[in-house]
């Protein structure tokens, strides 16, 4: 069969006029109707007829559609889409932040208030919109604790960012508009709103809110906050009848001419068209915004926060990362992706405020400004340092690193965690010794700490002693809360560990925790920890279930996930040699998700193999909307955290650098094998979906094992190294991974024939002839990481083969495809893909 080729767009008539008899994708307008744009199907497919809903008349599709749908797969996206619907209405909570109470009872600590921001998509916008709820959390009687919420949620409207200020008093709302338009800082008390600024484009671009770069911090008199936005926009040649304005045409700080359209270095994926981050302070009283002076122009800077004051010095620091332009293994001019990769050199860097600079004489100003604006690198003596937080004290500055993804080039490792003393009469010291907190875990005894894995650390994230701090961290295939004390480095995990349910951090007051816990199939549940220290009984911490008014899924749903159960299987390693490291032999894990009759009477429901990215990256016991909806159509999943995942110890990631195609294909099969085994999977009705290197694997698979697998699908797939190294903003993953330890000594941009020969066998491509299953692509067209050539060409080589290959491209999207309309047309096309070829 040929290959389908559609877009996200051209599919929106279509889907009005068939999937309108479902009434949960209807407006309360029989005229406003769900603009979704579905392209669920080729081209020869899509009906004529006229379809009504509620009464309304719909217009018939165009006449150069002259065949009709059939009935039968009509159907199919009709009952899926109304399921997927129900699915991803559910919102999600993202963020919390607890307030000290004014009330007599929170002076006994028996009450606080608490704020939530929540998630939501809304699929008629094809936005996410964000919601805050605030609750007030009274503490009763043996330790009972009662959550009193607000009655209706509120829609930040064009937020980016919220921030509280370290009292608690003041918020801060940031609308970043578009780059036409000024942003806007709000600044609202308790029952107001106080101030209102508007930044001119002329000062400074957007704030960054990209949870990377972005960094906004308020001092301690919370008088000024710090931030990261856009440096402002250049000046560019304005053309007229008469040739160009010179005055607009210099770039004076470089004394060249820039044209409109030269060409400018950005961190790739995600960040095109985004200028440099840059560092500012505003006075919220005065509203006087300030660049910060003295940082180097070839630095990206992000994750600031103030220094505490010291009483022996007028100045305040400011403390922020640093990431130089030049971060490739040839130190080239090149800014290299750095979306999700923690392999790019950083350093935590020291800069005076400049609200600091004192009153001189104006002979004696030149040189007392250039003294206040000299940057200090704190982080010397380490290869990467991000995170900064201050101790309760200010005596210490604590901070993590990611210096084996930087040393060996993996762009996502295990972290370590480091601390240093702050001097107390603000007199910094570049040599400053940096002391290990928690090292780097190497391989992990049975059951036993696996290092740091955290993709945050919060703004406050101590208990009340001032010395333990609390994170979230992966551990194997869930994800869970721990404690470290700095001063001993002692890790403790403190959420429960009676349960393979994943649980994450919200917020820290006191000896209190906000948290949420789901497992694949229990949408999240808000917890409230305390701790007790009841040593006699071996517990620490008791933890309450707190009821919230947006855990309530349709009947339907509810009824799907209360048939389903999840476990995480060990899977043992069956490729052993004896040059591979300790870690890397023990069992790796892998999460089946099957409803509760599966495997009875001798018959399984079909068995999708579900694959994550990175390779460095990892599926954890969470709860996941696609997951749960796929599992909801009687599919049992296999979600396989194969060796190279995060969460096992460096030796075992490790371990995959230089064997993709290989060890990672040999570890999905003997997962498959292992469940085969136990009697939980038919092997005659197997899929597989997988994502970026999820991707990769599944295009292996097919390809190594054809016989293996009825169906695939593939979203913006690795499928050739050869391309992907000249056309990808990481060339330098194609390196690692292809080459292990040796790349290093042989990266370049413009590989040999002999490495263009390397990449094609490690590639998808060379197996492409042996494939039989029919395949889906789902492709971004703005994917600079695994860009649509590397999908593209794969469906068309399978074309000319003559092999079932159907391609559906966004052309909005990028690498992680999640925008509302294109997650739930991805999804719908999925399941009924599955259900054609898998049953």
Known sequence: ????????????????????????????????????????????????????????????????????????????????????????????????????????????GNSSQAMFSIGQPSLLANKKKTLI???????????????????FPVEMVGVSVILPSPSGSKLLVVRNKDDESPTQLEIWGSSQLLKEIHIPKSTHGSIYADGWFEGISWNYEETLIAYIAEEPSPLKPVFDGFGYKSDASIDKSCGTWKGQGEWEEHWGETYSGKRNPALFVINIHSEDVRAVEGVDKSY??????????????????LIFVGWAAEIGPLKASRKLGIKYCFNRPCALYAVRSPFSEPEVPEEQLNNVTKDLSKVIKLTEGISSAFYPRFSPDGKTLVFMSAKCSVDTGAHCATNSLHKMDWPADGQLNPTQEILDVVPVVMHAEDGGFPGLYCSNVLTQPWLSDGSTLVLSSIWGSVETI?????????????????????????????????AVSSTPINPHQVWYGSFVNKKELGVAWDWSTVSTPFTDYPEQVKSLLSSLQYSIMKIPVRDISENLPEGAKKPFEAIFVSSKDNGKNDSCNPLIVVLHG???????????????????????????NYRGSLGFGEEALQSLLGKIGHQDVNDVLSAMDHVIELGLADPSKVAVLGGSHGGFLTTHLIGQAPERFKVAVARNPVCNLGLMVGTTDIPDWCYVEAYGSDWKSIFTEGPSAEQLSHFHGKSPISHISKVKAPILFLLGAQDLRVPVSNGLQYARVLKEQGKVAKVI???????????????????????????????
């Open 1 to 108: 069969m040929a290959s389908t080729l559609t877009t996200g767009h051209c599919f929106s008539k279509w889907w009005r006029t068939h999937c309108l008899q479902c009434p949960l994708l209807l407006t309360a307008s029989p005229v406003r109707r769900l603009p979704l744009r579905i392209s669920s199907l080729p081209i020869h497919q899509r009906g004529e007829s006229t379809i009504s809903a509620k009464g309304s008349s719909v217009a018939a599709l165009p006449k150069q559609m002259p065949l009709k749908m059939d009935p039968a797969m009509e159907e199919e996206y009709t009952s899926q889409s109304k399921l997927l619907q129900d699915f991803t209405n559910f919102p999600t909570i993202n963020k919390a932040w607890i307030f000290n109470s004014d009330s007599d009872s929170f002076a006994a």
């Open 133 to 151: 709820l605030s609750a007030h959390i009274t503490k009763g009687i043996k330790d009972s604790v009662n959550f009193q919420w607000s009655p």
């Open 300 to 317: 990206s800077v992000g994750q600031v926060v103030w220094a505490p004051l010291s009483s022996q010095s007028s100045s305040q620091y």
């Open 482 to 514: 721990l404690s470290v004390n700095i001063l001993s480095g002692t890790v403790t995990r403190i959420s429960p560990t009676d349960s393979s349910a994943s649980w994450d951090v919200l917020a820290v007051e006191g000896d209190n925790i906000l």
């Open 614 to 640: 990175g390779p460095h990256s990892v599926s954890l016991s969470s709860y996941m909307k696609s997951w749960a909806f796929l599992s909801s159509l009687g599919y049992s999943l296999l979600i396989v």
């Open 809 to 839: 491209i966004f052309p909005e999207d990028n690498h992680p495809l999640d925008r509302p309309q294109t997650d739930f047309e991805s999804y719908v096309n999925i399941g009924v893909w599955f259900k054609k070829y898998c049953k």
